[in-house]
Nanobody, 131 residues
Framework: VQLVESGGGLVQAGGSLRLSCVVS????????MGWFRQAPGKEREGITC????????YDSDATKDRFAIKSDLARNAIYLQMDNLNPEDTAVYYC?????????????????????????WGQGALVTVSS
């Protein structure tokens, strides 16, 4: 099983980036997926999580108006569209997965999608936003 993020980089404040997470070794339809980030000196935080069919979803109040998660079952991938970026968004961004039954049974979408809930992680993609 492998999750591989791409699309990170340097962007000016107000700009946009789209992160990709290509999944191999598991059926995306059986999993809940999420995007997380960790800024220097801070704890890892959940940005958005959802069961792939979108029945259950969590979006962080801090980013829900600017960031959006999407899935592409044909490509076995998820994406994070990030708009109107600001320097506070500078962080390493991770995609992660957990079996959908675990996600729904534990109501993780109501619990802020804790990073401890996720079982499989990508290697991370660095996003740097300059002012």
């Amino acid at each position: 099983v492998q999750l591989v993020e791409s699309g990170g980089g340097l962007v000016q404040a107000g700009g946009s980036l789209r992160l990709s997470c290509v999944v191999s070794g598991l059926n995306l339809d059986d999993y809940a997926m999420g995007w997380f980030r960790q800024a220097p000196g801070k704890e890892r935080e959940g940005i958005t999580c959802m069961s792939i069919r979108g029945f259950m979803k969590y979006d962080s109040d801090a980013t829900k108006d600017r960031f959006a998660i999407k899935s592409d079952l044909a490509r076995n991938a998820i994406y994070l569209q990030m708009d109107n970026l600001n320097p506070e968004d500078t962080a390493v961004y991770y995609c992660a997965a957990v079996h959908v039954s675990t996600f729904l049974t534990n109501n993780y979408h109501y619990r802020g999608c804790p990073s401890s809930a996720m079982a499989i992680w990508g290697q991370g993609a660095l996003v740097t936003v300059s002012s």
